[in-house]
């Protein structure tokens, strides 16, 4: 009912910057908060950054001062800007948000994730 599609993952040298966007689509009425998890083999799934639906943000403290997190609400679609990349950013990104389905159900949804490597 409810799908995230995430996408600008790719290769990048360190103290580089990529861009992630997601795109949420289907049954929404509203959206409460959006976020980026990011996962590496090992590791549990772990915040990045959220947003609500009134622009509070957090980080996680890996990445404050490096990473920053918007959001569209025209066009349901949160962003991750990332700058001064590591090599320990290195992982697939994943969207998450808190839906209001128009049939006044709390969804929440993951996109299908997109790879960020950091190498040189």
């Known amino acids: 009912q409810v799908q995230l599609v995430e996408s600008g993952g790719g290769l990048v040298q360190p103290g580089g910057s990529l861009r992630l966007s997601c795109a949420a689509s289907?049954?929404?009425?509203?959206?409460?908060?959006m976020g980026w998890y990011r996962q590496t083999p090992g590791k549990q799934r772990e915040l990045v950054a959220a947003?609500?639906?009134?622009?509070?943000?957090n980080y996680a403290d890996s990445v404050k001062g490096r990473f920053t997190i918007s959001r569209d609400n025209a066009k349901n679609t949160v962003y991750l800007q990332m700058n001064s990349l590591k090599p320990e950013d290195t992982a697939i990104y994943y969207c998450?948000?808190?839906?209001?389905?128009?049939?006044?159900?709390?969804?929440?949804?993951w996109g299908q994730g997109t790879q960020v490597t950091v190498s040189s």
């Open positions: 998450n948000a808190e839906i209001m389905t128009t049939d006044w159900r709390i969804s929440t949804s």
């Open positions: 289907g049954s929404i009425f509203s959206i409460n908060t």
């Open positions: 947003i609500t639906s009134g622009g509070s943000s």
